[in-house]
């Protein structure tokens, strides 16, 4: 059920929901395995308390992928497009409004509330970065996190099969941050 969901989630974060890339296209052409495995470290798993199923994946669109016996793991730096003059903070910050925006309550399954609020801004990660997030209330399902730091844009998700005790999710979710954030780089 997870699996489908998560594939109609990243189905949904396509182009419609970041702006193209400009230049040379795929904004993934220089990430490596090697960086993804930096992006996702082994702790998330242990934090979750999930066992790895397969190796670190490089996906589309400078993102990072791992899927876990028991869910889903997935790092994205999304790209920013600035328009007319505008200047890359300015730029990564509509994105990041936009991102929030377009949070859903609706990605839950059964269509719980998510904790907090969809779009919420959050205050319980330890990296100084701006953020919000959806989350479910017992873990399970979509858990999406979307972080702004100076001139960049993340998208963060901790994809659980099974009920995660909230705040374990929050723990992962913080880990990725501190891991990823660091590693991107401005512009796409």
């Given at each position: ?76 730096r999304l790209p920013m ?38 779009g919420e801004v959050v ?66």
């Amino acid at each position: 059920m997870v699996t489908v969901l998560l594939g109609l989630a990243l189905t949904g974060c396509g182009s419609d929901d970041a702006p193209e890339t400009s230049g040379d296209g795929d904004a993934s052409a220089g990430l490596s395995v090697e960086d993804c495995a930096v992006r996702l470290p082994d702790s998330v798993l242990t934090t979750l308390g999930w066992a790895s199923a397969g190796q670190v994946e490089v996906g589309a669109a400078d993102t990072c992928e791992l899927a876990a016996d028991a869910g889903d793991l997935r790092v994205r730096r999304l790209p920013m497009a600035p328009q007319d003059g505008e200047e890359l903070a300015d730029s990564a910050q509509t994105v990041y409004d936009d991102r929030c925006a377009g949070l859903d309550a609706g990605q839950q399954p059964g269509g719980e509330s998510p904790t907090p609020a969809a779009g919420e801004v959050v205050d319980w990660l330890s990296t100084d970065v701006t953020a919000c997030a959806v989350l479910s209330p017992d873990g399970q399902g979509i858990n999406e996190l979307v972080v702004l730091s100076g001139e960049t844009v993340g998208d963060f998700w901790v994809v659980a099969d099974d009920v995660v005790e909230p705040e374990l999710v929050r723990e992962a979710l913080d880990q990725l941050v501190s891991a990823a954030v660091p590693t991107f780089t401005p512009g796409g």
